[in-house]
C-alpha cells in the first residue's frame, strides 16, 4: 500500500509507554506464552519436568537466540521490573494458592508452619550472613559492608513459593505441600521485615530496643496483613450474600470477587503490609465464604479463572527469569573474573543448603517433640524432603536483589555486579537442578504416594481442579467436615494434648453458629431453585 | 511503629513506574469499580438506568470530589492514555461481543451492516465534514484549517460500539442489536482508515488516485484484519482438537484461548491492521469452534470469564471518561468564551443527529428495496431506532481528538483547546441524555417487545449467559440451525432472490463436510465420557 497504514495512529496510541519495539516484544512474548503452554502439554507425560522448568528453559533458549540475532547487544526483550513482578504476577498466583489450598491441613499445621516460617527463616538468614561474613571475607568480591552481607542473608533465605506450588503435589502429599508452601507463604512476611529492619537499622548500634521494635514489627505486619485479608474476604461473602448478585448477573460476582481480592494486595501496599499473606488469607476466606454464596456458573468459573490467571502468570514468570537471565549488561563486569564469580556462587548456594538444614531438622526434633501421636510426627524421610523442596530461589530474590544491588541504575560497582550475578546463577541452579531432582526424590523416598508419577504435575498451580468433584468441596478442601463429626474433646487435658483439634472443633463451633449465618457458606448460601442457572445446570444431563 | 516499615522496598517496587500516588490512585480506582458493580445491581430494576451511565455519573461526581479536596488543582487520578484504551481495555470488550454474538442474525445482516459500517460512516464524516466547514468558519474558535476539519469529521463519525452493547438487549432486539454493533465494529475500521489517510494526505491535490488508493486500503485492512481473526480463531481450534488438552489440563485450554485472542489483537498493532475487527472476528470463530473443543468446565469457565472481563473493561472505561472530563487544564483555555464553546458542543451535536440521519434512511430504503418478504424490511421504528442508538460517542472519539488536537503534549492552542473539551462535551451529552432515553424510545416505537424492561439491561456485556442454556448453544448462537434445515433451494433463482440464505445453506455444507472435521465444532468435539470433570457436570443433578 502507497503509505504506512495506521502508522501515525499508532504512534499517537502507544506513545505514552510503548513504541514499535515494545509493540514486538509483546508480541513475542504471547506467542512465547502459547509454546510453553503446548510443550508443557506435550511434555506432561515425563517424570522429571514440570512447566516452570520448561518456560525457564524456553526462556534460556529466546535470549540465546535474541544475542545471536541482536549480535551479542541485547539478550532480553522486557527489563526486569520489580512493579511488573509484585503488581501484577504476583497477587493471582498467591491468591489462586490460598483459594485451592486444602484448608483443614493448613490449619492443623498451623503452629509447626508458623514456626518454620517465621523462626526457621530467621536461623537461615543468620546462618547465611554469618557464613557470607565468614567466608567473602578473603576473596576479592569489592566494596561490600556488613549491611551487604546481612542483605545477602535475607535475599537468600526468601524460598520460592510459586516453585514450590509446581514441585510438590497437593494431591499426593497434601502434609508436606501445606507445610513447604504455607512455611513459604510466612516466610515472606519475614523476609520483607528483615530486608526493610536491614535497611533502616543502624548497624553499628544494635541494642535490645532495637531488637524488640523488631520483633513487635513483625506480630503487627502479621497480624494486620492477615486481618485485612480475611476482613476483605468476609466484606466480599457479606456483599454478595446480602444483595444475593446471582440474581442478576453472575459476572457482577465473578468481577467482585476479582476486584476485591486485588483491593486487598493493593491497600498493603499503601498500608506497608505483607500482600502475600494478606491475598493468601483473602484467598482462603473466599473459598470458605464467597464461594458458596455465587451462582453455580460462578463457581466453576472463579475456581477454573483465578487457576489460569496463577498458571498465565506462573508461565510468564520463569519465562522471564530465563530470559532475563543472560541480560549481557549485567555479566559484563564479571568476565574479567569468572573464577571469582562461580566461587560466590558456589559458596551462596552451599550456604543456602547449610541455612535451610538448620532449622528443618532441628525445628521437626521441637515439633515432634509436641506430638504424642506417631502418625503426626514428622519422619526423617519427610524432613529430608521439606528440607529439599525448599531451597529452590526464584523471583522473590531476584527483586530484592535488584533492589539492593542495582540502586544507582546500573551495576557499575565491581561487588554489586557479582552479587546480581550470583543471585541469577543461584536461582537458575537452584530451580533447574534441585526443582528436577524433587519429583525423582519423592519417589525415592515415599515410594507408596499414590498415584505419583502420572498426577503429580498434570494440575500444577490448582491441584483440586481436576480430581475433585466440579460442583461440590469435600475432600478437606473445606474447614469442616460435615458428615462425621470429630469425637467431642470435653475436658482441659484434650486441649493440652490435642490442641489443635480441639481448637479446630471450637472453631466449627464457632463458625456453624455465628460465622455462617451472616457469611453464608456451605449449606448456608442462598439458593433460588427457579433461576435459569441452576436450571441449566441441573438440567444439563 | 518506630520505623516506615516497607517504605524502602516500596520504593523499589514502584520506582519504574509508580509511586506512592499511583498506588493510592489504583486502591481508588479499584474501590470505586467495586462501588459501581454494587450500585449498578441495586438500579438494577430501574428502567433508565444502565450501567455505563452509573459508571459516568460516578466518575464526574468522583472528579468533583477530588477537585474540591485538591483546591481546584487536579480533577482526575489516572491522565487519560490511549495506550490503556487500546492495549487493555478494548479487546476484551470487543473479543467478548464477537464470542457472545449471535452469529445467524450477524451473518444475515452481513450486507446490510456492511453498506451501514462503510457507506454509512463516509456519508456521515462527509456530512459533519463540511457542516463545520460551513458553520464554523463566522465563529472565532482559533485557528483550524481544512485539514482539523475533516479529521473532525472523522472523529464524530467514530460510534462507540461499547455504549451500543449497553442500551440493546442481544436477546429482545436480535436484529437491531446485530445491525447497530455489527455497523460499529465495520465503522472502527472505517474510522481508522479515514484518520490515517486523512493525516497523510496532501489535502490541497486531491486527485483520483488518491481516492482509488484509500478505496484500496480500506478492502486491504477490512479483509487483512477479519482474515488475521478467523486465522487465529482456526489456529486455537486446531490445536485444542489435535492436542485435546482437557485430557490434563482445563486451565491450559482456557489460557490458550485467551493468549491467542490477546495476539491476534496485538499481531494487528504490528501489522497495522483493525485490531477491533480482528479480535471480533476471533471471537465469532472461537465460538464457534473452538469452544465446543474444550471441556465442559472450560466452556462454562471462558463463557463466563470472558463476559466478567468486559464487564470490568467496560465499567473501567465509563468510569474512567467520567473522571477525565473534569481535568481542569483542557477547561483553562476555555473559560473565557464560555458561550462560544457550548456553541461549538452543540453545532457539532447537530451535525452528528444529521450526519447519521443522512445515512440511516436512505440507506435502509435501499437495502429494503432487495428485499421481497415484508419481514425482512426495515420499518420505519425500527430506522428510527438504529439512527438514535448509534449516536453515542464514547471512549473511541476522545481518543482520536486527543491524537489530533494534543500533539504537543498540552492544549496551547486555542482552537485545539475549545475542540477537546468539545469533544468531551459530545462525549458525555450524547452518553448520558442519548444513552438514557435509548431504552424509553425503543419502549414507546416497540411495545410489543417481550420481556422488556426488566431483563434488558441484566447482562449488559453477555446476553446470554443469563437467559441461554449453560452448556449448549442453541436459540441462533451458533451458525446451525441444527434440527430443522432450511428448505432446499436448488435453483439460481433462488440464489438471486434470497442471496442470504442460499449462502447460509452453501456455507453450512461446506462447513459440515470440511470444516468441523478438521476444526471440531458442535457434534465433532472430542468427548471423553470417563474424564473426572465430565462425570462431575453429568452427575451434579
Known amino acids: 500500500m502507497g503509505f504506512e497504514l495506521g502508522t501515525v495512529l499508532r504512534s499517537g496510541i502507544l506513545s505514552t509507554t510503548s513504541d514499535h519495539a515494545s509493540v514486538v516484544s509483546i508480541n513475542l512474548f504471547i506467542a512465547l506464552l ?65 483459594f485451592q489450598v486444602k484448608k483443614k491441613q493448613f490449619f492443623r499445621n498451623f503452629m509447626t508452619i508458623t514456626l518454620f516460617g517465621a523462626v526457621g527463616t530467621l536461623i537461615s538468614f543468620f546462618t547465611i550472613s554469618f557464613g557470607a561474613i565468614w567466608l567473602f571475607k578473603k576473596m576479592d568480591i569489592g566494596d561490600l559492608d556488613i549491611g551487604d552481607m546481612l542483605a545477602i542473608g535475607a535475599i537468600f533465605s526468601a524460598t520460592d513459593s510459586v516453585c514450590t506450588l509446581q514441585v510438590l503435589s497437593q494431591d499426593d502429599t497434601p502434609f508436606l505441600y501445606s507445610i513447604v508452601f504455607g512455611e513459604g507463604v510466612v516466610n515472606d512476611a519475614t523476609s520483607v521485615v528483615l530486608f526493610n529492619a536491614l535497611q533502616n537499622f543502624d548497624l553499628d548500634h544494635i541494642d535490645p530496643s532495637q531488637l524488640f521494635k523488631f520483633v513487635m514489627n513483625f506480630f503487627y505486619l502479621f497480624v494486620t496483613s492477615t486481618f485485612l485479608g480475611v476482613f476483605a474476604g468476609l466484606l466480599s461473602a457479606y456483599i454478595i450474600k446480602k444483595l444475593y448478585f446471582g440474581r442478576h448477573s453472575t459476572d457482577r460476582e465473578v468481577a467482585l470477587m476479582m476486584l476485591m481480592a486485588y483491593l486487598s494486595y493493593m491497600l498493603t501496599e499503601l498500608l506497608d503490609l505483607s500482600g502475600i499473606l494478606t491475598v493468601f488469607f483473602c484467598g482462603i476466606v473466599m473459598s470458605h465464604y464467597t ?208 490442641p489443635a483439634k480441639t481448637v479446630h472443633f471450637y472453631w466449627r463451633k464457632f463458625d456453624n453458629a455465628v460465622m455462617r449465618p451472616v457469611f453464608g457458606g456451605r449449606g448456608f448460601a442462598p439458593y433460588v431453585p427457579g433461576s435459569p442457572i441452576e436450571q441449566s445446570v441441573h438440567g444439563g444431563d
Not at 56 to 85: A, M, N, R, W, Y
Not at 321 to 336: N, P, Q, R, Y
Not at 430 to 440: A, E
Open 34 to 98: 502459547c509454546a510453553c503452554i503446548v510443550i508443557g502439554h506435550l511434555l506432561e507425560e515425563t517424570k522429571w519436568m514440570n512447566e516452570s522448568i520448561t518456560a525457564l528453559i524456553l526462556g534460556l533458549c529466546t535470549g540465546v537466540v535474541i544475542l545471536l540475532t541482536t549480535k551479542g547487544k541485547s539478550s532480553h526483550i522486557l527489563v526486569f521490573s520489580e512493579d511488573l513482578f509484585f503488581i501484577y504476577l504476583l497477587p493471582p498466583i498467591i491468591f489462586n494458592a490460598g
Open 291 to 498: 464461594w458458596h454464596n455465587v451462582t453455580e456458573s460462578s463457581r466453576v468459573t472463579t475456581k477454573h479463572a483465578f487457576a489460569t490467571l496463577s498458571f498465565i502468570a506462573e508461565t510468564f514468570l520463569f519465562l522471564y527469569v530465563g530470559m532475563d537471565a543472560l541480560d549481557i549488561e549485567k555479566w559484563k563486569f564479571t568476565s574479567d573474573s569468572p573464577a571469582n564469580s562461580i566461587g560466590v556462587s558456589a559458596i551462596l548456594l552451599s550456604l543456602v543448603l547449610a541455612g535451610r538444614a538448620a532449622f528443618v531438622f532441628p525445628l521437626s526434633f521441637l515439633s515432634n517433640l509436641t506430638k504424642r501421636n506417631p502418625d503426626e510426627k514428622i519422619s526423617f524421610r519427610k524432613q529430608i524432603i521439606i528440607w529439599w523442596a525448599g531451597l529452590m530461589r526464584g523471583a522473590v530474590s531476584i527483586a530484592l536483589a535488584y533492589n539492593k544491588f542495582t540502586r544507582s541504575g546500573h551495576t557499575e560497582i565491581r561487588g554489586n555486579a557479582i552479587m546480581i550475578t550470583s543471585t541469577i546463577t543461584v536461582v537458575l541452579f537452584s530451580t533447574m537442578v534441585f526443582g528436577l531432582m524433587t519429583k525423582p526424590l519423592i519417589n525415592l523416598l515415599l515410594p507408596t504416594s499414590p498415584r505419583h508419577s502420572s498426577d503429580n504435575n498434570s494440575e500444577p498451580s490448582s491441584p483440586k481442579s481436576l480430581t475433585a468433584p466440579l460442583l461440590s468441596s469435600l475432600n478437606g478442601s473445606d474447614l469442616e467436615i460435615g458428615d462425621h463429626p470429630l469425637n467431642r474433646p470435653s475436658s482441659l487435658r484434650l486441649l493440652l494434648t490435642k
